[in-house]
């Protein structure tokens, strides 16, 4: 394991959707597997006295409480120390594997708004600075997009061990 990294377990990290037990479960409503998609949350600054792991379980609760969104699975939290800009605090970082009705496009956008409502603003300060929430989109079915501001699968997700390793915990789907 690499050094100051550290596996963290909390109330949703990690999680997996049993079918059958979920409270809000009716086979007759239940519809196949429409968009599957894999979000990456990090954080490494407080907001409003919630600290990573909290706004981390706020931003669980909020993306599951989404009509159309149902989260699938989570990994554990990882904490490790920031690349890019080194002179920070850790972060904090774990996937989550969701499926949706929502398109990609509506899926980019509510990822903004995430962002925004965990108190993060569009504008950084500097490449790879401080943030409340980060939130990527990973993967999107077997989608590969190039546009100007979005690549499908992301496009470092392979280097990115605060991606890779939270994801190795991650059972697969088929």
Not at 42 to 67: C, Q, Y
Not at 92 to 101: I, P, Q
Request: proline share 5%.
């Amino acid at each position: 394991m690499m050094k100051g990294v550290k596996i963290l377990s909390s109330k949703h990290y990690p999680y997996t959707y049993k079918f059958f037990k979920h409270k809000n479960f009716k086979s007759s409503s239940y519809k196949a597997c429409r968009n599957i998609f894999v979000l990456g949350l990090g954080s490494n600054m407080a907001l409003k006295n919630r600290g990573s792991v909290e706004i981390l379980e706020s931003a669980f609760t909020w993306l599951d409480s989404h009509p159309r969104i149902r989260i699938l699975q989570s990994s554990p939290i990882w904490r490790n120390p920031p690349f890019g800009f080194a002179l920070q605090n850790d972060f904090y970082n774990a996937v989550l594997v969701c499926e949706s009705d929502l398109s990609l496009v509506e899926i980019f956008g509510l990822m903004f708004y995430m962002e925004r409502r965990f108190g993060r603003g569009r504008k950084r300060a500097f490449k790879n600075a401080p943030r409340t929430l980060d939130v990527d989109l990973i993967l999107f079915n077997t989608l590969n997009l190039q546009w100007k501001h979005l690549y499908v699968p992301h496009r470092f997700y392979t280097q990115r061990s605060s991606v890779m390793l939270p994801m190795s915990f991650i059972e697969s789907l088929c």
